[in-house]
């Protein structure tokens, strides 16, 4: 009996959990119905998950196990005999009345014969005959695999799900992995473009500093020549006679009265740059707050 149990197990589908129908074998060595696990795939693109043991199969590739459909056969037809066998064996009589069980009371879940339905025990309660009974438990028995054969059915699609959502998470992640990477290539762009406009500004700044600067020294030169040739006329003059002296001495005394110095122009600093107060500037708002 335990080795008739094992190989109906083994000939059993774990999709439907009834005998293989057209078995096939899949890349981890599982057995299944094909239509079984065609249904269970129908769903699925470029991973198809083992329902036993998950382990996923790269392609869609069922080879026909024709010896296993055959050992199935078997183990239904000793399935059909045994249980044939042992319905005869459970000829059981009644502990009771040695009577043969022939009978089944509803209420209490028992096994009658003829002499205990007419007992006062089970008098008023709802017994049939065991055929009776037992086709109306089958089939109670039986409207309970369907619903098992959905949660089946439904929790392997849930774990197929879960299964994918790996790939997905990866597959998002790398997308915002290239958007970020985009927004820094930008974000760079716009730096080496603001470094070589500030240098750029920097540089004009420079020379219009040095353009400054060398005229500042040219109308210095100009001044100190200026300034010795007066020197020069007027020690001249101060060793001449009295009346060379003071001819024209106006003149003279007016133009060294008169002398300007140039403007000295600052040579100021180029202004301070900041690219990162410059950036920042660029994103900045004035936000005012509600006090409340």
Same mark, same amino acid.
């Given at each position: 009996?335990?080795?008739?149990?094992?190989?109906?197990?083994?000939?059993?589908?774990?999709?439907?959990?009834?005998?293989?129908?057209?078995?096939?074998? $899949?890349?981890?060595?599982?057995?299944?119905?094909?239509?079984?696990?065609?249904?269970?795939?129908?769903?699925?693109?470029?991973?198809?998950?083992?329902?036993?043991?998950?382990?996923?199969?790269?392609?869609?590739? %069922?080879?026909?196990?024709?010896?296993?459909?055959? $050992?199935?056969?078997? +183990? &239904?037809?000793?399935?059909?005999?045994?249980?044939? &066998?042992?319905?005869?064996?459970?000829?059981?009589?009644?502990?009771?009345?040695?009577?043969?069980?022939?009978?089944?009371?509803?209420?209490?879940?028992?096994?009658?014969?003829? %002499?205990?339905?007419?007992?006062?025990?089970?008098?008023?309660?709802?017994?049939?005959?065991?055929?009776?009974?037992?086709?109306?438990?089958?089939?109670? %028995?039986?409207?309970?695999?369907?619903?098992?054969?959905?949660?089946? +059915?439904?929790?392997?699609?849930?774990?197929?799900?879960?299964?994918?959502?790996?790939?997905?998470?990866?597959?998002?992640?790398?997308?915002?992995?290239?958007?970020?990477?985009?927004?820094?290539?930008?974000?760079?762009?716009?730096?080496?473009?603001?470094?070589?406009?500030?240098?750029?500004?920097? +540089?004009?700044?420079?020379?219009?500093?040095?353009?400054?600067?060398?005229?500042? $020294?040219?109308?210095?030169?100009?001044? $100190?020549?200026?300034?010795?040739?007066?020197?020069?006329?007027?020690?001249?003059?101060?060793?001449?006679?009295?009346?060379?002296?003071?001819?024209?001495?106006?003149?003279?005394?007016?133009?060294?009265?008169?002398? &300007?110095?140039?403007?000295?122009?600052?040579?100021?600093?180029?202004?301070?740059?900041?690219?990162?107060?410059?950036?920042?500037?660029?994103? &900045?708002?004035?936000?005012?707050?509600?006090?409340?």
């Amino acid at each position: 009996a335990a080795a008739l149990a094992e190989l109906q197990a083994e000939a059993n589908c774990s999709v439907c959990l009834d005998y293989l129908r057209d078995p096939v074998t $899949i890349e981890c060595g599982h057995n299944f119905c094909r239509s079984c696990i065609e249904q269970s795939w129908e769903d699925q693109q470029d991973r198809f998950p083992c329902p036993v043991c998950c382990h996923p199969s790269q392609k869609w590739h %069922l080879r026909r196990n024709t010896q296993l459909g055959n $050992i199935g056969e078997v +183990a &239904k037809l000793l399935h059909i005999t045994r249980s044939k &066998k042992k319905k005869e064996e459970e000829t059981r009589l009644c502990e009771k009345h040695n009577q043969v069980l022939t009978h089944f009371c509803e209420e209490d879940l028992e096994v009658l014969c003829l %002499l205990c339905t007419q007992v006062p025990g089970h008098q008023d309660h709802h017994v049939r005959s065991l055929e009776e009974a037992a086709s109306h438990h089958r089939k109670r %028995l039986m409207s309970y695999m369907e619903p098992l054969k959905k949660q089946v +059915a439904d929790i392997q699609k849930l774990v197929t799900t879960q299964e994918r959502e790996p790939l997905e998470l990866k597959e998002k992640m790398e997308k915002q992995r290239q958007k970020l990477l985009s927004e820094f290539e930008h974000l760079n762009e716009f730096l080496d473009r603001e470094q070589e406009a500030t240098f750029s500004r920097l +540089a004009n700044e420079e020379k219009h500093i040095q353009q400054k600067l060398h005229a500042n $020294i040219t109308a210095f030169s100009e001044y $100190i020549s200026t300034l010795n040739n007066l020197l020069k006329e007027v020690a001249g003059k101060s060793v001449m006679s009295e009346v060379k002296l003071l001819t024209d001495i106006e003149s003279i005394c007016d133009r060294c009265e008169s002398l &300007k110095t140039p403007l000295s122009i600052p040579s100021s600093l180029p202004l301070q740059y900041s690219a990162l107060q410059k950036i920042i500037q660029k994103f &900045k708002e004035d936000v005012t707050l509600d006090t409340e």
